[in-house]
């Protein structure tokens, strides 16, 4: 076992933090001020990963971004996670068909369906 990570708040930080639970941003970013503050109230990093049902190690990254930047880690950067697909125009022409046709569709047959309609455009 490694040293204990502990971080420190100041008045200020911790009600800030506290505020994030009832504010209008990300569960992850809720969960990562929360464990912040838990550290900060002398929580150890398995209890606190018990807590969250999280890794040790998981715990340990967020303790260890928030020494280096602050509350500006809590949130991800900017283009993380899967872009979009599809374009505006494709969801208003598969709405269009679920609401004109009495059938029914799964996802791979909408797929199917918005691949063949793009086909035909681009023939005709």
């Not at 928030?66 to 697909?85: A, V, Y």
Request: aromatic share 8%; with cysteine; charged share 30%.
């Amino acid at each position: 076992m490694g040293a204990r990570i502990r971080v420190f708040l100041t008045r200020e930080q911790d009600k800030t933090l506290f505020n994030l639970r009832s504010a209008d941003v990300p569960q992850k970013v809720k969960d990562r001020a929360e464990v912040v503050r838990l550290n900060a109230h002398g929580w150890y990093v398995e209890k606190i990963a018990a807590h969250f049902n999280w890794t040790p190690q998981t715990v340990r990254e967020v303790l260890h971004k928030w020494q280096k930047l602050g509350l500006e880690s809590l949130w991800e950067l900017p283009g993380r996670g899967g872009k979009p697909k599809c374009k505006e125009s494709d969801i208003v022409f598969l709405e269009q068909c679920l609401k004109k046709e009495p059938r029914t569709y799964n996802s791979v047959q909408l797929a199917q369906k918005l691949q063949s309609d793009c086909l035909r455009q681009s023939y005709a």
